[in-house]
């Protein structure tokens, strides 16, 4: 085993979360903790950080090639709900209908939101540019701790809905799916039962958590800097309606024309001309609402694609083979390594997605030739990438503390326990099915 090379990959992880909690930007820490991997493995550092071929940049160019305009378009279509007041139109409805006395309330309801829009298929960057804005004006109305907001938030969009719910059109259930063979509804026992031990387990997070924050008299408490989208008492708001039209348009195409290729991508196109003419008497001048949406748009591009560069490195050195036997030697039933070697490797790549296309090429035939079930390997495999999928250098972190105006400390704890942990509860529900028999 090589040991020296395991260590290199350690202390990678370690060289960017110090840069991270440091403050240095992803783009900076990324390059500079891969390339301390590479130093302890013997593998030409030049080739591989700066090569055109499997290196870092090159997997950094890919990720940035397959995505930006889903971010580009995402981020265009985040700036008119903002700019035009739209999503302080929608929020003023939102607490109409749950009302101001119960806070709790008002997070169940962005959980649910959350949830459905990521389980009709909404990319979760979309849904995040899109629910943010929105839910800035329901804390600052209710005056609870902004903090809170990333509980209902990745509770909804990154859990039950992503990875264990029979059913779901996310790339963490059709990637296994299209691997091994199975269906999007594989092992369906085991995702309705997961799906409903997470949610509970999230709503009574989000209580305490809620519960807590009130007894600490904690409030809404933002900079200015961050409410730099807060629409004044005297702007003329759109109508709940047509504030609403962009997205519901945005998500009936998706869903109608699931099967065109490409289609987010011209839902979004669609959505934001749409918003153009919907809120032009809101915004006068369109060409900032474009350029600010542009350039914010590259910043999470890059930053996604760096996290998810270092990872690719991380897990292609020969040393990585050497956790792979360990992840084996682990006791208990097989699908437990499974789940927690998937785990380690959301870890190493802070993308769930990411752990999924290697567990499913490199850890599936060898607990398929162990005798598990190719469904229940699926399930397993979606509900292991959650595990460590939230750590300081997650480009999906990153882009939500961007966009809320927060810090990692503000952040982390709730997100990696509304994740993470959740996912570990599920995982462990998985094993308990599987000593019973039932998975």
């Not at 990637?175 to 063979?181: D, M, R």
């Not at 609403?244 to 099967?259: C, R, T």
């Not at 390997?377 to 460590?388: D, E, F």
């Not at 999906?396 to 997100?415: P, Q, R, S, V």
Request: net charge positive; aromatic share 8%.
């Amino acid at each position: 085993m090589d040991i020296l090379g395991i260590l290199g990959i350690l202390l990678g992880i370690l060289t960017i979360i110090i840069l991270i909690i440091k403050k240095f930007n992803i783009i900076i820490a990324a390059p500079i903790a891969t390339i301390v991997v590479l130093l302890f493995n013997d593998v030409p550092i030049l080739e591989t950080v700066f090569g055109k071929e499997n290196s870092y940049m090159g997997s950094l160019a890919g990720f940035v090639a397959s995505n930006f305009t889903i971010f580009l378009l995402g981020s265009i279509l985040a700036k008119y709900m903002d700019k035009s007041g739209a999503t302080v139109s929608i929020a003023n409805r939102v607490l109409s209908v749950v009302g101001t006395k119960n806070p709790y309330n008002a997070l169940v309801a962005l959980f649910i939101i959350s949830a459905i829009l990521t389980y009709g298929g909404i990319n979760v960057f979309v849904i995040i540019f899109a629910l943010i804005p929105m839910a800035k004006p329901i804390f600052r109305e209710l005056n609870i701790s902004w903090k809170l907001v990333a509980i209902p938030v990745f509770g909804g969009t990154s859990t039950f809905t992503m990875t264990m719910l029979p059913g779901a059109p996310s790339l963490h259930n059709i990637v296994p799916s299209t691997a091994l063979g199975t269906t999007l509804t594989a092992a369906p026992l085991i995702g309705i039962v997961t799906s409903i031990v997470a949610i509970v387990f999230i709503l009574v997070f989000m209580k305490l958590s809620l519960s807590k924050s009130l007894r600490n008299n904690e409030t809404f408490n933002v900079k200015e800097k961050v409410g730099n989208s807060d629409v004044t008492a005297t702007r003329v708001l759109p109508s709940f309606i047509i504030s609403l039209l962009p997205i519901i348009v945005l998500l009936a195409i998706i869903l109608i024309f699931s099967s065109v290729s490409s289609i987010i991508i011209i839902a979004l196109i669609v959505a934001i001309l749409l918003s153009a003419i919907l809120f032009r008497k809101q915004i006068a001048q369109q060409k900032e609402v474009l350029n600010q949406g542009a350039n914010e748009s590259v910043t999470s591009t890059i930053t996604t694609g760096s996290t998810i560069a270092f990872g690719s490195i991380a897990t292609s050195v020969p040393a990585f083979n050497g956790v792979f036997k360990l992840i084996q030697s682990i006791p208990g039933p097989p699908v437990l390594s499974l789940m927690i070697g998937t785990g380690i490797i959301s870890g190493i790549t802070a993308s769930a997605v990411g752990a999924i296309g290697i567990a499913v090429t490199n850890f599936a035939p060898y607990y398929l030739g162990l005798g598990l079930d190719p469904a229940t390997v699926h399930r397993a495999i979606a509900v292991g990438s959650g595990a460590l999928a939230i750590v300081p250098y997650s480009g999906f972190l990153i882009i939500f503390n961007n966009l809320t105006g927060l810090t990692m400390k503000d952040t982390f704890k709730n997100a990696f326990i509304s994740i993470s942990v959740t996912s570990w509860v599920a995982m462990a529900v998985i094993v308990v099915m599987t000593l019973l028999g039932l998975a």
